[in-house]
T-cell receptor
Framework: AQSVTQLGSHVSVSEGALVLLRCNYSSSVPPYLFWYVQYPNQGLQLLLKYTSAATLVKGINGFEAEFKKSETSFHLTKPSAHMSDAAEYFCALTGGGNKLTFGTGTQLKVEL | DGGITQSPKYLFRKEGQNVTLSCEQNLNHDAMYWYRQDPGQGLRLIYYSQIVNDFQKGDIAEGYSVSREKKESFPLTVTSAQKNPTAFYLC???????????FGQGTRLTVV
């Protein structure tokens, strides 16, 4: 069985502050991990992915994530938040099959 | 442009009626998926198909049906047996397992 846990359904940061969105996973096989972003009433857009190469993964819009096997984590970070980053973010994994399993999402709010 | 097209974007139906949501992709992907999204629950897998004329139930298949007669198309029917069909439905596709999925823009179904 595989699962994804996103800690914090809502995160609020000030513009220019560090963004940290947490994701922990469980998988019986080496996972592939993903972060997606969703704007209201739209589909999901891939931010970045980990596929067993480099553990520090850089994505679009200045986001990056680090795969830590010992902590079973794949947290998403951005050094400086922008108003346009306000959206919902989903962590997801595949492992041992074709199913893509999602976390419950984290709503990011960016305040002036 | 290559991508996934879901139609319609908004759909209203009376309770007790079956309704079919369209999903077409021109990415030449083998795998296609249907997800349901409800506030605070993330994305839940309804059905997925890895190849034409074959599909598997996901985590919440009851009250839904699908077909995969063509590689490009994976329509979802929401039947009258689905007790709470009002939701945002997302279609996705991927080259194969262990790769990222590409999403359509979603269909918001409201049953009144």
């Amino acid at each position: 069985a595989q699962s994804v846990t996103q800690l914090g359904s809502h995160v609020s940061v000030s513009e220019g502050a560090l963004v940290l969105l947490r994701c922990n996973y469980s998988s019986s096989v080496p996972p592939y991990l993903f972060w997606y972003v969703q704007y209201p009433n739209q589909g999901l857009q891939l931010l970045l992915k980990y596929t067993s190469a480099a553990t520090l993964v850089k994505g679009i819009n200045g986001f990056e994530a680090e795969f830590k096997k010992s902590e079973t984590s794949f947290h998403l970070t951005k050094p400086s938040a922008h108003m346009s980053d306000a959206a919902e973010y989903f962590c997801a994994l595949t492992g041992g099959g074709n199913k893509l399993t999602f976390g419950t999402g984290t709503q990011l709010k960016v305040e002036l | 442009d290559g991508g996934i097209t879901q139609s319609p974007k908004y759909l209203f139906r009376k309770e007790g009626q079956n309704v079919t949501l369209s999903c077409e992709q021109n990415l030449n992907h083998d795998a296609m998926y249907w997800y349901r999204q409800d506030p605070g629950q993330g994305l839940r897998l309804i059905y997925y198909s890895q190849i034409v004329n074959d599909f598997q139930k996901g985590d919440i298949a009851e009250g839904y049906s699908v077909s995969r007669e063509k590689k490009e198309s994976f329509p979802l029917t929401v039947t009258s047996a689905q007790k709470n069909p009002t939701a945002f439905y997302l279609c996705a596709s991927s080259i194969e397992g262990y790769t990222e999925a590409f999403f359509g823009q979603g269909t918001r179904l409201t049953v009144v």
